[in-house]
């Protein structure tokens, strides 16, 4: 079956040191793979995204992912966290781009000062 | 505006009442997605709309559930006999068409007492 699965469900991090959320998922193909941000009271803003080639991709705030087609992974990077880092993070998956798309449960991430 | 928008961002009801939960896609968006987020959970997918095909209702929970977009435009989300499983935050989110990242409102915040 289908999934998606971030092992993490609440992650702390010092502000300045560097951040990996991870993300796997399960699917017969290679999946159109997406992380999203989610602040509080707020909705979800697109981090990051990968279709095809590079398999490492930047995206807005600093972040990075990495796809891995041996590990099914899709993890999120940052190199130095920031205080305004603190939110709710979903690995999103899909195979066509449309009303296929499944979203993991969610890392919450926490930053101390 | 520029963005998703939704309305109300909250709502309180009594259980056994009816709702409606509206949201305002980005002008020219063809398709538009709901999504739940409950308590602790990932994004459930609800239903999706695209261009003048029928939806894909498909991730509706019960039938008391039902969506409707107008005009190609905006969608209006319905719960009637609201049950407390229903509290959620209700995410709206459109696209320029199928193929193309989905950008979220800040969603509806339901509570049902």
């Known amino acids: 079956a289908q999934s998606v699965t971030q092992p993490d469900i609440h992650i702390t991090v010092s502000e300045g040191a560097s951040l990996e959320l991870r993300c796997n998922y399960s699917?017969?193909?290679?999946?159109?793979l997406f992380w999203y941000v989610q602040s509080p009271g707020q909705g979800l803003q697109l981090l990051l995204k990968?279709?095809?080639?590079?398999?490492l991709v930047q995206g807005i705030k600093g972040f990075e992912a990495e796809f891995k087609r041996s590990q099914s992974s899709f993890n999120l990077r940052k190199p130095s966290v920031h205080w305004s880092d603190a939110a709710e993070y979903f690995c999103?998956?899909?195979?066509?781009?449309?009303?296929?798309?499944?979203f993991g449960a969610g890392t919450r991430l926490t930053v101390k000062p | 505006g520029a963005g998703v928008s939704q309305s109300p961002s909250n709502k309180v009801t009594e259980k056994g009442k009816d709702v409606e939960l509206r949201c305002d896609p980005i002008?020219?968006?063809?398709?538009l997605y709901w999504y739940r987020q409950s308590l602790g959970q990932g994004l459930e997918f609800l239903i999706y709309f695209q261009g003048n095909s029928a939806p894909d209702k498909s991730g509706l929970p019960s039938d008391r559930f039902s969506a409707e977009r107008t005009g190609g435009s905006v969608s209006t989300l319905t719960i009637q006999r609201t049950q407390q499983e229903d509290s959620a935050v209700y995410l709206c989110a459109s696209s320029l068409d199928s193929g193309q990242p989905q950008h979220f409102g800040d969603g509806t915040r339901l509570s049902i007492l």
């Open positions: 002008s020219g968006h063809t398709a």
């Open positions: 699917y017969g193909a290679t999946p159109y």
């Open positions: 990968y279709f095809s080639g590079d398999t």
């Open positions: 999103a998956v899909g195979l066509t781009l449309g009303n296929d798309m499944r």
